[in-house]
């Protein structure tokens, strides 16, 4: 039954009017047209009135469709497509067809909607490219293709990567016999630009392998990609995807690190090596991908390092690749400036592969520092490499003028130096001479040379140009030091002289003074490194302490920057050098006949002068000035200076001496901060230039010299009281302290020092107790806490030691030549020992001296001291026999094959080593034990005393007193104190009032003997008035 409606006037006209403009869209043919033009099939149902509306094909009897595609148009996207029932599905699984009808294009291409089957269409199009039959199904590929593509516009999702890469392989391979794929191809790559979807958060974990893999394959696209725009898309997918920040992602997106941390395992060599053989303009591609790997972790720079990444880098800036090689005699394009001039990428992708070099080398750097075994493994550019690569120097000073590169390759030029060190040969030979003719080009202009070329203006960049050209020049020396005659030859040292002579001035070029003082601060620090380099006539034929002393001495007129006077102190050092040279007496002898001496004396005066204590940058240069003016020692001259009248030279010594060693202890007094680099110089100087020399030392002692260093003791840290304690000692030796030494007690300062060594009254003996127990508890020395030694075997064993003692090279003995004995190299840089030297000397050599001096003073024998003290001193008085025992055990660990019969000997001496151990152990235990049975005595003794003048509540109050004070904590022990007392007063006087009787005073306490001051007596000197005095014999009522 048909029924047809007549169509209305405004209808028809619509319709024409949306024919005519084609603006009719598939959304709109896809959903079910309500209009009366089409015709209308109704069906009456039995038994029911009315009638029911009905489909054409259900009017024909037409079975459901099994491709899927709905009534108009065979759409299947969007809302309007038709889903599956189970009867269709079941007859699509039967027959097993998929989608036999063809999709036109034109009516899908528009749809805003999304396949019905979404995700999955990915594995539908795997399971199509690898079968054979499905292959070849071109348009319904294409239309796959196009339902993937508009799902992924947004980004694939990470579960679907591996099919993603088959499908693409399958494509950049077929594309080129079958054209119509390419489309497809182009819509994929395009949608590899957005970010990787995650379904959930542990996705990025879960399917990692899979992220892993199609990075992998990106890589691999680049490799084998043969047209530039598709390369270029996944170029840009790549890149995406490794330098995107998160915040662009979004929040379902696979995070940065994720995908960073599955590039490196599978793009380093990939970039490494196809920077040495890609085109040009695929070049600066893997340039960026090299430099988003290097600087994500410092694993992916070494990776990259081992690849030889370097040598492919230097090797592009060759301007004819890939045409031919750079020749060997080509130094420099005649006309930098010219259009015609080619360059090599490197070149022309300079400012990515600084960058990149950057990275790189300073990351390698960093690494090869903490372990110098790396270098080793890392190769170095070749000789081809390094020509190419100075080629691009010399035309980037050239040509680029006063721009940033020229500063950036002498500063990667440094870098390659100390990551390669001398394996850069052709950087010895021809880049050495050219990088130390340019440093000095404007004070020293060549005639013909390429340098000439290089323009210098007084510009600050250039002023940092000729800066960083000067520390090359040094870091090349010390990587070459055969090379050091071109210090003179490239005229090196004399365009630094230069720099420094002030009378110069109008030979130099035109610098401001800021820009002049820059450059002349760097010339000092170039010539304290290049100094030792050179020959040894080279300080005298050049005038170098004549001329630093200029500057030395007009500090002291006119001061300025502190910086630049440490400076030319430091190589005034360097140029007296060092003791065994054979050019030392010449320096030295320089030095006098300059009045140095005098003038370093005066800038001593003149830095304390400015400020108590100096700044810091003061104490280092007086430490310097202490340094030169103690190597002055063994030239036996005397100087003297009209300048200067009031200093004399070796006269002054004391008076200098004394006036530092005032200021230091003042400033630690007031708890100002000290160097510990002066403190050492200055005891140096005072051990070196006094204490050996009778006359100074005798002056120097009678100045309360012992007293100022036995207080300078209390107040610092161990390196400067080793020193301190070893100058002690040899003036304890020459027998000229022994009265200071025990009258000599600690002052306040010394309790207000932390870390507190001892406390103020402390004694000479209390003070060699604590040093010795500071030492043994810095060193590691096992002691518990009253000073008693736990290892027997090796008492005195420090924890670096017994290490050294177990290592492997030390068993072996390696050292054949030169015996090494552990136990001696302890002794010379500890405390323990100088303290041991000290109480030998006060209770064995000096021993008649000591007791004079303490019969006089009564302050040395009658102290006692507590017993963790004579516990330790006890100790101490074994050191040296202990330090013999321990050579023993050093015999026995290197020499484990000895005849039967020098094995018992040795067996015998390390059995008497541990029978002095049992010994000494024995006799700290005595001491301890002893102390505290005197202690149990008195306290017995007291209670006795208390019982025997019937006394006994008072001594039932005290003992829980007692009792309280031991077991509860301070709130409870007050309150407890309070209420005894109480109830003691309350029963004594109930007891009182029960025997009726009066208590006699039996006793009366005399002075207290350990306090003769009498300081916690209290005495009343005139009775108060208004009260009766007391008189013994009165009885005294309860």
């Known amino acids: 039954m048909e029924k047809r ?45 009315g009638f029911e509306r009905i489909s054409k094909k259900e009017y024909f009897g037409a079975s459901e469709s099994i491709s899927g595609s709905s009534d108009t148009f065979h759409c299947v996207h969007g809302p309007g497509g038709k889903i599956y029932s189970e009867k269709g599905q079941l007859k699509r699984n039967l027959i097993k067809e998929l989608d036999p009808i063809p999709t036109d294009r034109k009516w899908t291409e528009s749809c805003t909607g999304l396949p019905a089957n979404g995700w999955d269409i990915a594995k539908t199009l795997e399971f199509l490219v690898t079968d054979a039959a499905g292959c070849q199904q071109i348009e319904r590929l294409n239309a796959h293709i196009r339902d993937l593509g508009k799902i992924a516009e947004r980004g694939y999702r990470i579960d679907i990567l591996n099919s993603l890469c088959t499908v693409v392989d399958y494509l950049v391979d077929a594309q080129r016999k079958e054209p119509r794929l390419r489309e497809g191809l182009e819509l994929l790559l395009r949608n590899m630009k957005n970010p990787i979807r995650l379904g959930t958060v542990s996705d990025a974990v879960k399917y990692f392998e899979q992220l892993q893999n199609f990075i992998g394959f990106l890589g691999v696209l680049l490799i084998i990609l043969e047209e530039d725009e598709h390369f270029g898309m996944v170029s840009e997918a790549i890149i995406f995807n490794l330098s995107a920040p998160d915040r662009v992602r979004g929040l379902d997106a696979a995070p940065q690190r994720y995908v960073l941390e599955a590039a490196a395992s599978v793009l380093d060599q990939t970039i490494a090596r196809m920077l040495a053989v890609t085109r040009s303009s695929r070049f600066p591609t893997f340039v960026i991908l090299a430099l988003l790997l290097a600087s994500d972790s410092v694993d992916n720079c070494i990776k990259l390092m081992k690849e030889n990444i370097i040598e492919n880098i230097l090797c592009r800036f060759n301007p004819y690749f890939p045409v031919r090689d750079l020749p060997v ?63 691009a120097f010399r035309f980037e000073c050239r040509a680029r003028e006063h721009q940033h590169e020229r500063n950036t390759l002498t500063v990667i030029t440094a870098l390659l130096l100390r990551c390669f060190g001398d394996r850069l040969t052709v950087f010895s030979s021809r880049f050495m001479p050219d990088i130390m003719s340019m440093a000095v080009a404007t004070e020293v202009p060549l005639n013909k040379n390429w340098i000439r070329t290089v323009n210098f203006n007084t510009s600050q960049l250039d002023v940092q140009f000729k800066k960083t050209l000067i520390y090359l020049s040094v870091e090349a020396l010390k990587i070459f030091p055969y090379n050091s005659f071109m210090i003179e030859s490239q005229h090196w040292l004399l365009g630094l002289m230069y720099l420094l002579d002030p009378g110069l001035c109008s030979l130099r070029a035109h610098w401001s003074h800021a820009l002049f003082a820059e450059l002349r601060l760097t010339a000092l620090k170039a010539l304290v490194i290049a100094l030792p380099f050179t020959a040894s006539n080279v300080t005298k034929d050049y ?110 010594i004391n008076s200098l001496a004394e006036t530092l060693l005032d200021k230091v202890l003042f400033s630690l007094d007031k708890h100002l901060i000290i160097s510990d680099r002066w403190l050492i110089s200055l005891l140096n100087f005072i051990w070196e230039g006094i204490i050996w020399k009778k006359e100074y030392r005798s002056s120097f002692v009678s ?84 000073g008693i030694i736990l290892n027997l075997d090796n008492p005195l064993m420090s924890r670096d030691l017994r290490d050294a003692i177990s290592d492997p090279d030390f068993v072996e003995a390696k050292s054949k030549v030169t015996p090494v004995c552990l136990a001696a190299a302890d002794m010379a840089g500890s405390r323990k020992s100088k303290v041991f030297a000290l109480l030998h000397m006060l209770s064995e050599d000096l021993a008649q001296k000591v007791s004079l001096a303490d019969e006089a003073f009564n302050l040395y024998k009658n102290i006692k001291l507590p017993s963790k003290d004579e516990a330790i001193l006890v100790l101490c008085s074994h050191y040296l026999t202990i330090k013999y025992n321990e050579t023993w055990m050093e015999t026995k660990i290197q020499s484990p094959d000895l005849l039967p019969q020098d094995q018992d000997i040795l067996d015998e001496f390390l059995h008497i080593s541990k029978g002095w151990s049992n010994e000494i152990k024995r006799q700290q235990e005595e001491i301890i034990e002893k102390a505290k049975k005197k202690d149990i005595e008195e306290e017995c003794s007291l209670y006795a005393f208390l019982g025997r003048v019937r006394l006994n509540i008072a001594l039932d109050a005290l003992r829980e007193v007692r009792c309280t004070a031991r077991s509860a904590d301070r709130e409870r022990m007050s309150f407890g104190l309070i209420y005894d007392a109480v109830f003691a007063h309350h029963r004594r006087a109930l007891a009182a009032k029960m025997r009726g009787e009066t208590v006699l005073r039996t006793y009366k306490p005399p002075l207290d003997h350990q306090n003769v001051t009498g300081q916690y007596v209290k005495v009343f000197s005139i009775h108060p008035k208004n009260k009766p005095k007391p008189r013994d014999d009165v009885e005294l009522s309860a």
């Open 5 to 49: 409606s007549n169509e209305s006037p405004k209808t028809k006209k619509q319709v024409k009017k949306a024919k005519s403009k084609n603006t009719i869209t598939n959304v709109e043919a896809c959903e079910s047209s309500k209009s009366s033009s089409h015709t209308q099939f109704f069906r009456k149902p039995k038994y029911e009135g």
């Open 543 to 652: 005038g170098i302490i004549r001329r630093i002393m200029w500057y030395i001495e007009w500090y002291s007129e006119n001061p300025y920057d502190l910086q630049v006077l440490y400076w030319c102190v430091r190589l005034l050092q360097v140029a007296i050098s060092t003791r065994q040279s054979p050019s030392r007496p010449i320096a030295l002898q320089d030095l006098f006949d300059t009045h140095g001496i005098i003038i370093l004396m005066h800038l001593c005066y003149a830095l304390v002068a400015q400020k108590t204590p100096p700044v810091e940058k003061s104490q280092v240069i007086i430490s310097l000035c202490l340094r030169l003016l103690t190597s002055a020692m063994c030239a036996n001259e005397r100087v003297g200076c009209c300048v200067y009248p009031f200093i004399k030279w070796p006269s002054s």
């Open 329 to 391: 005699y080509e130094v420099n394009p005649a006309e930098p400036q010219s259009c015609i001039v080619k360059l090599g990428d490197s070149s022309i992708n300079m400012s990515t592969i600084l960058s990149l070099l950057l990275v790189l080398l300073k990351t390698t750097m960093y690494c090869i520092e903490e372990n110098p075994k790396l270098r080793l493994l890392i190769p170095s550019p070749s000789d081809y490499a390094q020509r190419c690569y100075i080629w």
């Open 703 to 786: 100045n309360d010299g012992i007293y100022k260093l036995l207080d300078l003791i209390t107040m610092t840290r161990a390196p400067v009281q080793c020193i301190a304690l070893a100058i002690v000692c040899d003036v304890a030796r020459a027998g000229d302290a022994v009265g200071q030494l025990v009258t000599w007690r600690a002052k306040l300062a010394a309790s207000d020092t932390n870390p507190r060594l001892v406390k103020r009254g402390a004694t000479i003996a209390s003070l060699l107790a604590a040093i010795f127990r500071d030492d043994c508890k810095a060193t590691h020395v096992p002691l518990d806490e009253n």
